[in-house]
C-alpha cells in the first residue's frame, strides 16, 4: 500500500485539472484492502473521503481536503471456463486493470462479448460502478460478480450483479453503497462464440460504407470499426482534457416525446424498456414500460452548441455530447459552461439533462 500525502491528482482525472487532496491511498491487493478499510473507520467523521478509479468519469472543481482512494493501476486477468457452461468463460480482472486493456486481451484470446465496449476509458473497478455502456451493450449483462472489501466490517464479501440495481449508467455503488465498499475484483462472464451486436448507433451504415457483410465480422474486426468510430468523434484526452461523454441521455414518456416532435419533428429517439422496481426480476421484465431515449447530444447540437467554448471550457467540435479542456480551464470553468447548456436545452426542449460525470 503506497500513502502520498498533499498529492497532486492532476494524472488522476482525465479532465487534466490540477487539484490537490491531502491524502492519496493506493491499494495493491485484497490485503491492503483490508487494511485500508480500518485506516477508512477511523477516519469516518473526520476527514471526507473520496474512493477514485482512473478518474475519467470525474470533474474537480477545487482541492480535495480529505482522504483520495484507488486501486493500483496494473493489467491483472486471469481465466477460467464456465463451471456449468463450457462455451462461456469467466475473466476475474483486479479492479485497477484498465478497462480497455482488458477488453483487448479477451478480444484476442477470443472471448467475446465486450466488443462495443472497446475504447471507453476508465478501469474494470469502475466499470461495475458506472455500469458503462456503448452501442447497444451495458457492462452489467457481462458482470457476474463484484469481489470487494466491507468497509465497516473489513471483511471480504462477493456481490452477485443482480444486487446491484443496474440501470442506465447506474447501480446501487451509486446511491446506497456509495463507499461503502473496497472493489478488489470484477468477475465478467464471456462467450466462447462471437454473436455481434449491431442494432444501435450508425454500426449497420458503417459496415455497409466498408463493404462488409454482418456475416464476414469477427470480434476483431468489430473491435477495430468501434474504435476508429469512437476516436473519430471523442478527443484524446493526452490532447484535450475530457471525460468522455458528460451528460446522461434523457429518458422520457410517449408524452413528454410527442410534446418534443410537435416542435422538432426530425428528433432523434430509441425504444427502451424500462424495468419496474421494488419487485422482483421477473415481475420487473413482465411489468417493464416502453419509454424514449433522446440522444442530449443531438439537443445541444441543435441549440448551437457544437464548437462553442466559454472561457477556456467548450464543447467538442466533432461531438456535442463532450466538454472539453481547451487549455488552462477550471472546474469552475466546465460548471458553468455545464449550467449553460442545461439552461439551453430546457428552454428549446422542455427537457432537463444531466451529467454523468460525477462533479467534486
Request: charged share 25%; aromatic share 8%; proline share 3%.
Amino acid at each position: 500500500m503506497k500513502r502520498y500525502k498533499n498529492c497532486s491528482l492532476l494524472k488522476y482525472n482525465t479532465f487534466g485539472m490540477d487539484q490537490r487532496c491531502d491524502e492519496l491511498i493506493v491499494y495493491e491487493s485484497e490485503e491492503d484492502a483490508i487494511v485500508l478499510s480500518e485506516i477508512l473507520r477511523q477516519q469516518k467523521g473526520k476527514l471526507p473521503i473520496l474512493i477514485l478509479g482512473g478518474g475519467s468519469n470525474l470533474l474537480l472543481t477545487e482541492d480535495f481536503h480529505g482522504m483520495v482512494v484507488t486501486p493500483g493501476k496494473r493489467f491483472s486477468v486471469d481465466c477460467k471456463d464456465g463451471s456449468s457452461d463450457k462455451s462461456e468463460v469467466i475473466l476475474n480482472a483486479w479492479a485497477g486493470t484498465n478497462f480497455d486493456e482488458m477488453v483487448a486481451f479477451a478480444v484476442k484470446q477470443e472471448y467475446f462479448g465486450l466488443e462495443n465496449l472497446s475504447l471507453i476509458p476508465g478501469e474494470c473497478g469502475a466499470s461495475a460502478v458506472q455500469n458503462i455502456g456503448a452501442y447497444g451493450v451495458e457492462v452489467k449483462d457481462l458482470i457476474l460478480e463484484i469481489n470487494a472489501i466491507e468497509i465497516v466490517t473489513g471483511k471480504q464479501v462477493t456481490i452477485k450483479a443482480e444486487d446491484c440495481h443496474y440501470g442506465y449508467r447506474s447501480s446501487k455503488f451509486k446511491k446506497e453503497w456509495k463507499d461503502q465498499y473496497l472493489i478488489t475484483n470484477v468477475i465478467y462472464k464471456l462467450h466462447k462464440q462471437f454473436t455481434p451486436h449491431l442494432d444501435y448507433g450508425n454500426l449497420h451504415k458503417v459496415l455497409s460504407e466498408k463493404n462488409i457483410a454482418p456475416a464476414q465480422l469477427t470480434g476483431e474486426l468489430l473491435r477495430e470499426l468501434i474504435i476508429e468510430i469512437r476516436q473519430a468523434k471523442l478527443p484524446d484526452p493526452e490532447d484535450l482534457g475530457n471525460a468522455g461523454s458528460f451528460f446522461m441521455n434523457p429518458i422520457v414518456d410517449e408524452a413528454t416525446l410527442n410534446k418534443v416532435r410537435q416542435q422538432h419533428p426530425n428528433v432523434h429517439y430509441f425504444e427502451v424498456q424500462e424495468p419496474a422496481t421494488d419487485v422482483s426480476s421477473d415481475e420487473a421484465e413482465r411489468k417493464s414500460t416502453t419509454r424514449y431515449k433522446i440522444p442530449a447530444g443531438w439537443m445541444i447540437d441543435q441549440c448551437g452548441w457544437k464548437g462553442r467554448s466559454l472561457g477556456r471550457a467548450g464543447v467538442y467540435d466533432k461531438q456535442a455530447l463532450v466538454l472539453v479542456n481547451l487549455g488552462g480551464a477550471t472546474g469552475a470553468d466546465v460548471v458553468t459552461l455545464m449550467k449553460a447548456i442545461q439552461e439551453n436545452v430546457y428552454q428549446e426542449f422542455g427537457i432537463h439533462i444531466y451529467p454523468e460525470v460525477n462533479i467534486i
